[in-house]
């Protein structure tokens, strides 16, 4: 492969790592976010069950987080290798130290990088939604206090 059709795929994995750095800030605030709406909802727990369900739907959504937060942080630094290799990346390498680990299926070997980069780029987005329901769980708690 020449160098001229390497920079995509290093491009593409340049600003996958820079989503998924994005989701991770975004998951880092949620968890801080989940950690007040715990503490928050566990202290107006005597006064109803209503304050037990926002606390453990925000718990709940914390460990979604942690779990997210792990998984793309693996991911990062995948896409962090694959931008910065001096010829094209090696994916079938990739693929294999993967499936070797049990962290890839061997049925998803051989995407392309644009295919990777659109699947690890998702995490951005459920870091938002996570953070979202975070959000509308603080107001929810600030609201009914």
Same mark, same amino acid.
């Not at 069950?49 to 709940?60: M, Q, R, S, Y």
């Not at 995948?78 to 290799?85: C, E, I, K, T, V």
């Not at 295919?115 to 509308?136: D, E, H, K, N, P």
């Given at each position: ?18 989503? #998924?750095?994005? =989701?991770?800030? @975004?998951?880092? &605030? !949620?968890?801080? $976010? %989940?950690?007040v709406?715990? +503490? /928050? *909802? ?7 069950t ?27 630094? #995948?896409?962090? =290798?694959?931008? @910065?290799?001096? &010829? !094209?990346?090696? $994916? %079938?390498?990739?693929d294999? +130290? /993967? *499936? ?35 959000? #509308?769980?603080?107001?929810?708690? @600030?609201?009914?206090?």
């Amino acid at each position: 492969m020449s160098e001229a059709r390497d920079e995509p795929a290093r491009w593409l994995a340049h600003a996958t790592a820079g989503a #998924l750095r994005a =989701a991770a800030r @975004l998951n880092i &605030a !949620a968890l801080v $976010l %989940a950690l007040v709406n715990v +503490a /928050l *909802a566990g202290i107006m727990a005597p006064t109803g069950t209503l304050w037990l369900v926002a606390g453990a739907v925000a718990a709940l959504l914390a460990a979604a987080q942690l779990w997210l937060l792990v998984r793309v942080e693996v991911d990062r630094r #995948l896409f962090d =290798a694959l931008a @910065l290799a001096g &010829a !094209a990346p090696d $994916l %079938a390498e990739l693929d294999a +130290a /993967l *499936a070797a680990l049990g962290w890839m299926p061997a049925s998803r070997a051989g995407r392309p990088m644009a295919a990777r980069a659109r699947g690890a780029s998702r995490f951005l987005t459920i870091a938002g939604v996570l953070m979202a329901l975070q959000w #509308l769980i603080a107001v929810v708690i @600030l609201l009914l206090r």
